[in-house]
């Protein structure tokens, strides 16, 4: 098992178990981070409250690079990706 803190809640204070990426139906903060964690093959259960994400791993698997599949799911610009100026995000109001 390894555990995952963030720095923002992801499930509020509701407890998030996923067995498998079958129970994983939804489009929520949680759904997204069950999904990408079971697409690594390294994960056999997902359990999310609040902001700490426990993960089950496979027999045979290690940790490794789970923590960036989470960091992932908050980087907005990565290198090559130009933020946009301030005349088109008030545009885009």
Not at 33 to 56: C, K, P, W
Request: charged residues 25%.
């Amino acid at each position: 098992m390894v555990r995952f803190e963030t720095n923002r809640p992801l499930s509020g204070m509701g407890h998030e178990r996923y067995a498998s990426v079958d129970d994983v139906v939804g489009d929520r903060p949680v759904d997204d981070a069950a999904r990408r964690l079971f697409a690594t093959g390294q994960v056999d259960l997902v359990h999310i409250y609040s902001n700490m994400i426990t993960v089950e791993l496979a027999r045979g698997a290690t940790s490794q690079g789970l923590a960036e599949v989470i960091e992932g799911m908050f980087t907005y610009y990565v290198p090559g990706v130009v933020p946009p100026t301030d005349e088109e995000l008030i545009a885009g109001l």
